[in-house]
């Protein structure tokens, strides 16, 4: 095998289109290949080039007996490994970097700081296409007629076609021709050869929808004011603003005025936003109010589409890039501002494989270009808080909404003294009689889909498990079926007790069985539905929610689906079906999630006219979380929570990560962690506290076993410390062939 090179050397021996090569006889190209393994891989260069090879080149190499693409990070005057070791790429595949120097700095950072392998890091970082080898700028051949063709005889039925096809000075693609059937190209050759037709190549162009005349906006109040002139200050430097404005605030209107100054700069600008968060509205509220050639970036897309958009921003076509996670790594040739909404979203974490965090990146890279970054949400993470306090991140706030509508009322429901039947108390029912008399809408919240979480067994308190995982299964009802929501796992509803034959009830409630019980409620309201069952693909959800604006459908029961990006301005009335769920989870973060959700959902209420008002249904009124929610809102809340978490040194005041592991039996995944410990002990860990292994929270899961050491520092740099060589010898460990293991670097998860 190769070189094995770790991060330490310094970064980028050469910049991209240095003229100075050093004076050797060779260069030793480093090269990112796609494996899971943290180095990068030595390889002399091509025998034949057609330019000198520069890092962010892609160049094909053997590997083992085949061959693979990979990237060229660096290009290095040495190598640890002799020369007559060393095998040679194959190709190479560009005649310019595809990669700037920006962007292979970061894509390094991240590798480096996530303890992932480059190859991961680049692989997150480019379009799929790229990856696969497709050139950058792809040609392809198209035909037209020829300017001076005879006048054809004798035409088979398919070549008439195709000359029907290219009247009007049109012409045709490979691809339109392939469409045309199996021997279309065929015959458009043979035409060509007769001089009918020409041919001639076309290079891909990214052609965006072009610029419009921008829509004005509203007039910004005081706050929003004040927030747009502070950034705009900060244009051409690097500062961090987390922009905490209660739901309904103008975040939005912030984020465009001050986009609309970096655009007037010259620059771009770089929007992340949550998973479910990019929809064609905020998608078009942006298009139309900027004004400017936009690129979108998201997992919904095809191959090419991401390709071209890609492309787009790349050679700075597209003025303005908004997208989801993988977005922060888009390449900005004129980086301007960077903008992150509703950046305590847990979807800017990876949750697998390479597990980055987009928000903490992009704060990053604004600081490597000397840009400013927008932090905005009306909950943010007490992490971001803490960087305020520590003078990190500049706060602006936007205290009051936008508008008319005030805030919302908040009352809780005591469920001990107010039984809820199937799901909903009397002081609910009678609020939502209210409410709907009124002419407002109502918003139901639960986190749970399907219509029951246990099916339960009241002669022998069976309940229906998992057969793969420690959890119980989940009753759907309209598919009449047992579903794992941990590992897929489906069976039909059974129709007794497997033990003894009862009767089986199901215990809970999910989305479904809600939405049933406003069938026998209000049986002449029409409620929709939305979660993961009622919603699957993009654009279903608006299918379902231009119901509710139509104002067709006036109640709305839904999982966590409805508390992101999209308001209701009908919706008067917000239920929290069930707090005690989130009040009691076995992970550090959980109460700030509820407490987040709570917020959140209650801001969709009351946007517009209709002063909006909140019941939380729970069994614990006197929880001292909802206490302070209610009295102080989510700054008293946010308050109390980081007090109890410098208390228990858990973050922001202290740093985590969190070894996982996954085996076919619980001895071996411990086996690897209790190696792990060990070996981080031999090293001496100064600073660092080791917690576990322990068992994961669900042990089992998809019939495998699972378990995790988390380390605990007071600072980033002791903490790394320890896992720099950690990480490449846990790779080295004999356990590890036998397991699945991975490193989460700041988790945000620890069950
Ligand atoms: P947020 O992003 O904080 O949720 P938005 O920017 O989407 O808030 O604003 C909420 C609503 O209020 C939108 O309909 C927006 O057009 C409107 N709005 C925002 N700022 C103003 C303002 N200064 N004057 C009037 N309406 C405003
Ligand atoms: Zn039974
Ligand atoms: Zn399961």
Known sequence: MNSTHRLTMPPLALEAGSPNLPNTTELFLQVALDNPLRRLF??????????????????????????????????????????????????????EPILDTETLELIEFAADYYQASLGESFAAAMPVLLRQGRSLWPSHTCWRLASNQGSPRRLGSQQRIILERLGDGRHLTEDDLDELG??????????????ILESY?????????????????????????????????????????????VTGSGKTEVYLQAIAQALARGTQALVLVPEIGLTPQSIARFKSRLGVPLAVLHSGMTDSERLHMWRAARQGTAQVIIGTRSAVFAPLPRPGIIIIDEEHDASYKQQEGFRYSARDLAVWR??????????????????????????????????????????????????RTNPSRQGLSTPSVIAMERHLKAGGQVLLYLNRRGFAPTLFCPGCAWVAPCPHCDARLTVHGHRQQLLCHHCGTQSPLPFACPQCENE??????GTERIEDTLATVFPDITAVRVDRDTVRARGDIDRVLERVRSGEARILVGTQMLTKGH?????SLVIVINADQGLFGTDFRTAERLAQTIVQVSGRAGRASRPGEVLIQTSCPEHPLLQQLL???????????????????????????LLRVEAADAATAMAFLNAARALAEQAGHPGVRLLGPAPAAMERRAGRYRAQL?????????LKQLLDPWALKLEALPQARRVRWSLDIDPIEIT
Not at 205 to 226: F, I, K, W, Y
Request: glycine share 8%.
């Open 42 to 95: 030595d390889y002399l260069p091509p025998a034949d080039m057609p330019c000198p090879p520069q890092p962010g080149m892609r160049v094909e190499v053997p590997f083992g007996r085949g061959s693979q693409l990979g990237v060229i990070a660096r290009i290095s005057a040495t190598s640890q490994v002799p020369t007559d070791k060393l095998r040679r790429a194959s190709r190479l595949l560009d005649e």
């Open 182 to 195: 199996p021997t279309a190209k065929a015959s458009a050759r043979l035409l060509t050869d007769r001089g």
């Open 201 to 245: 190549v076309e290079q891909a162009r990214s052609q965006l929808e072009p610029a419009t005349l921008p829509v004005p906006g509203p007039a910004l109040n005081l706050d929003q004011t004040a927030a747009v002139n502070t950034i705009g200050g900060h244009l051409g430097e690097y500062a961090c603003f987390l922009l905490h404005g």
């Open 366 to 415: 604004a600081r490597r270009l000397s840009i400013p970054v927008v932090l905005g949400s009306a909950t943010p993470m007490l992490e971001s808080l803490a960087n305020v306090e520590a003078g990190r991140y500049v706060q602006l706030n936007l205290p009051t909404r936008a508008g008319s509508a005030g805030k919302p009322s908040i009352s809780l429901v005591d469920l």
């Open 504 to 509: 089986l009830l199901p215990m809970g409630q």
């Open 567 to 571: 308001d209701f301005p009908d919706v």
């Open 631 to 657: 009295t102080d809102g989510y700054e008293g809340f946010a308050k109390a929570a980081m007090a109890e978490r410098e208390a228990a040194r858990w973050p922001p005041y202290s740093r985590l990560a």
């Open 710 to 718: 988390l380390l605990e520092a007071a600072d980033r740099s002791r």
